[in-house]
């Protein structure tokens, strides 16, 4: 089970950071995602993180302002979010790889 939190409203240029607890597997052993689905659109991939944490993958478009990173302790998958553009308003879910498991999803919504 992955379960996201930290979305909310947020003015352009801010900042949120997106949480995904994992539950029911051995979390260390997979690689994770952040996929994002903008209203009225397909879903878009946004990062991915392997396993160890140590290798990090981003799309384009929020490279350089989105950072993913993994607490294996605390089995939980983090997404930082600077500069925020409009854009960038979607529901944000957490998957694990292959993904056979997602979340229920996090809005994040950037509006002044």
């Known amino acids: 089970q992955l379960v996201e939190s930290g979305g909310g409203l947020v003015q352009p240029g801010g900042s949120l950071k997106l949480s995904c607890v994992a539950s029911g597997f051995t979390f260390s052993s997979y690689a994770m995602s952040w996929v994002r689905q903008a209203p009225g659109k397909g879903l878009e991939w946004v990062s991915s993180?392997?396993?160890?944490?140590?290798?990090?993958y981003y799309a384009d478009s929020v490279k350089g302002r989105f950072t993913i990173s993994r607490d294996i302790a605390k089995n939980t998958l983090y997404l930082q979010m600077n500069s925020l553009k409009r854009e960038d308003t979607a529901v944000y879910y957490c998957a694990k790889s292959p993904g056979d498991c997602w979340g229920q999803g996090t809005q994040v919504a950037v509006s002044s």
């Open positions: 993180i392997n396993s160890g944490g140590s290798n990090t």
